[in-house]
């Protein structure tokens, strides 16, 4: 069974730190790239960041580049997101994506969300 947990949403003040974890299990972890998503109330879900399996650029959003930063563990089936700076635009639901195609079939798994809330 496949599953994405995101864990440490929270209020932050602005310009604060928070490091957001997802624990990916169920599926080769080391062999998915890996992303983080947001969607803000009103707003559409938008790519955050993207690492990629093991070798290769990591890519980022024009709003969050130089603020947030996406690492991963592959020995212990984890990505994070520390985002650095923060703003109330930042305020928003994350997500954990894996995804993949492999022999023309597609591989995507979400993760349930985890909140985000930039406020003095």
């Known amino acids: 069974q496949v599953q994405l947990v995101e864990s440490g949403g929270g209020l932050v003040h602005p310009g604060g730190s928070w490091r957001l974890s997802c624990a990916a299990s169920g599926f080769t972890f080391s062999t998915y790239p890996m992303s983080w998503y947001r969607q803000a109330p009103g707003k559409e879900r938008e790519l955050v960041a993207r690492?990629?399996?093991?070798?290769?650029?990591?890519n980022y959003a024009d709003s969050v580049k130089g603020r947030f930063t996406i690492s991963r563990d592959n020995a212990k089936n984890m990505v994070y997101l520390q985002m650095d700076s923060l703003n109330p635009e930042d305020t928003a639901v994350y997500y954990c994506?894996?995804?993949?195609?492999?022999?023309?079939?597609?591989?995507?798994?979400w993760g349930q969300g985890t909140q985000v809330t930039v406020s003095s």
């Open positions: 994506n894996a995804q993949r195609t492999l022999w023309n079939q597609k591989f995507d798994y």
């Open positions: 690492i990629p399996s093991a070798y290769g650029s990591t």
